[in-house]
Every structure is written in structure tokens, then in C-alpha cells.
Antibody, heavy 125, light 109 residues
């Protein structure tokens, strides 16, 4: 079955760190673009970061809110995607989803075609 | 302020045809595939349209299109279970980021 399963969320104090993981089944994370997307309670979806496939050099990009504090990475041996979050702030409180960015039949990128169930991160003292 | 603009809410009656829109610019919607995601009661998003393709398991009453810098999601024959929040997203070349719309709350009357 093709699926994504996140883990690693929890309660952390401001300034603390947390590492999220997303294990993929049914496909290889090394061959496709993978992103983290978050959702603050009651608000909309916010993109956090993307890591490109090995074939595209594994380049990484971040939202302004994440740059310098979060690091996205991939463990091909575990077929997993990680997000190391440092210097956490209360405004980072959200459900974090990993998402696969597929390629359409016409060869276009841009849309997510698979989502995990999410993991909750709460930053509070 | 979201990079992509969506209606805040849309309502329709069962069986009606409704269209949701997602407006961006040439750096995003005009250049890349747009995804549409359904979110029921703040559960995980589910992709209901991938570019102009219907993912497996999604009813064919859902359809997608794009004209210039506006993408649309049409639901023909609205059903009570279609009541949800709908988000659109795509890649933005100038921002080097994926961007989302603010979401549309679809109410089935």
C-alpha cells in the first residue's frame, strides 16, 4: 500500500528541538520531491520545506518561517523523510504533514498527490 | 495573505454543480500543475485533483481545469459528503516555494 506515516510530534518548550520522521511505503522517497506542510489549529495549510529527488541533486528549500531553524533530510536506507526543528517558537505549534509532490501525466510538477495523517507539535512552556 | 486566492466560502444544494477557483499569477498557477485538497473536520488533506487528473478513488463528479492564472475545481452533482474545506496549491518559481490558497469552506445546504 502506498502511504506516508509521520511520527515524532509532541510537547516541547520554546527554544527546544524536535525531530519529525515520515516513513514511506510503496514508493522510494529518493526518486521524488517530498515536502513538509503544517497547519496551525483552525488555520490553513502552510508549506514548510521541500527536498528534491536524488536525480535533482537533493536540493532543499524552506519557507521564510523555517529557514535557519529547520532542516529537511532524507534517509534512503529507511525510506524516510525527516524534519529537524530547532529554536522552536509557540507559533510553530501545528499539525505537521509530509506530502509527496507528484509529476503529472504532462510532466509538470507542483501538486501534492499523497499525504500522511500528520503529527502534532505543541510548543509551550 | 496567501499567494493563491480562493473564495472564503461557497454553498450549494445537493445535486447542484459548483465551481471553486484558485487564482495566482504567471510564476505559479500559470506555470505549474495545481493540486486540490479536501479536508474534512481538520483531518488530513486528501488530494481530489492532481493537475487535471482525477486520483484513484475520487468520484468522477470532481473535475479540474485551468485557464491562464486561474485554476478551477468543479463538483457536478454535489453530495452531502462533499462538505469540507478545499485548498489549492502549486509551486512558485519566483519564491522557490510551494504556495497554498487560503482555503474554501464548501457548505452543502
Amino acid at each position: 500500500e502506498v502511504q506516508l506515516v509521520e511520527s515524532g510530534g509532541g510537547l516541547v518548550q520554546p527554544g527546544g528541538s524536535l525531530r519529525l520522521s515520515c516513513v514511506a511505503s510503496g514508493f522510494s522517497v529518493s526518486t521524488i520531491y517530498m515536502s513538509w506542510v503544517r497547519q496551525t489549529p483552525g488555520k490553513g495549510l502552510e508549506w514548510v520545506s521541500v527536498i528534491y529527488s536524488d536525480g535533482r541533486g537533493g536540493s532543499t528549500y524552506y519557507a521564510d518561517s523555517a529557514r535557519g531553524r529547520f532542516t529537511i533530510s532524507r534517509d534512503n536506507s529507511k525510506n524516510s523523510l525527516d524534519l529537524q526543528m530547532n529554536s522552536l517558537r509557540p507559533e510553530d505549534t501545528a499539525v505537521y504533514y509530509c506530502a509527496r509532490e507528484g509529476i503529472t501525466a504532462t510532466g509538470q510538477r507542483g501538486a501534492f498527490d499523497l499525504w500522511g495523517q500528520g503529527t502534532m507539535v505543541t510548543v509551550s512552556s | 495573505q496567501s499567494a493563491l486566492t480562493q473564495e472564503a466560502s461557497v454553498s450549494g444544494t445537493e445535486g447542484q454543480k459548483i465551481t471553486l477557483s484558485c487564482t495566482g499569477d504567471s510564476n505559479n498557477v500559470g506555470s505549474y500543475a495545481v493540486g486540490w485538497y479536501q479536508q474534512v473536520s481538520h483531518g488530513p488533506p486528501k488530494t481530489v485533483m492532481f493537475g487535471n487528473s482525477l486520483p484513484s478513488g475520487i468520484p468522477d463528479r470532481f473535475s479540474g481545469s485551468k485557464s491562464g492564472t486561474t485554476a478551477s475545481l468543479t463538483i457536478s452533482g454535489l453530495q452531502p459528503e462533499d462538505e469540507a474545506d478545499y485548498y489549492c496549491s502549486t509551486w512558485d518559481y519566483s519564491l522557490s516555494a510551494s504556495v497554498f490558497g487560503g482555503g474554501t469552506k464548501l457548505i452543502v445546504l
